[in-house]
Nanobody
Framework: VQLQASGGGLVQAGGSLRLSCAAS????????MRWYRQAPGKQRELVAA???????TYLDFVKGRFTISRDNAKNTVYLQMNSLKPEDTAIYYC???????????????WGQGTQVTVSS
């Protein structure tokens, strides 16, 4: 499973960005899709998650500002980020649980990361 993330960049505080992450390769299904981030000198943290049932989870700091969504036909997960703050500056990584065969359990796969920089 290959994950290609895009959409990062430099934006002023208060601005918006939309991240995308498309999965490709030979797999049977994708289950939960997630976005993580890692700022310099800090541990990687879960930003948002979206299950196949539509259940969402958000980091408290981004609630009300970020929205995770998915297009199952395109095997793509999105992260709409509004009202960005300098504290949101980090490398953002997508992560999915995918099964290579229907009979196999899902295992996690990681994308390469995309840099988001928010200037004050």
């Amino acid at each position: 499973v290959q994950l290609q993330a895009s959409g990062g960049g430099l934006v002023q505080a208060g601005g918006s960005l939309r991240l995308s992450c498309a999965a490709s390769g030979n797999f049977a299904r994708i289950k939960t899709m997630r976005w993580y981030r890692q700022a310099p000198g800090k541990q990687r943290e879960l930003v948002a998650a979206l299950t196949t049932a539509g259940t969402t989870t958000y980091l408290d700091f981004v609630k009300g500002r970020f929205t995770i969504s998915r297009d199952n036909a395109k095997n793509t997960v999105y992260l709409q980020m509004n009202s960005l703050k300098p504290e949101d500056t980090a490398i953002y990584y997508c992560n999915v649980d995918a099964s290579l065969r229907v009979s196999q359990p899902a295992t996690p796969y990681w994308g390469q990361g995309t840099q988001v920089t928010v200037s004050s």
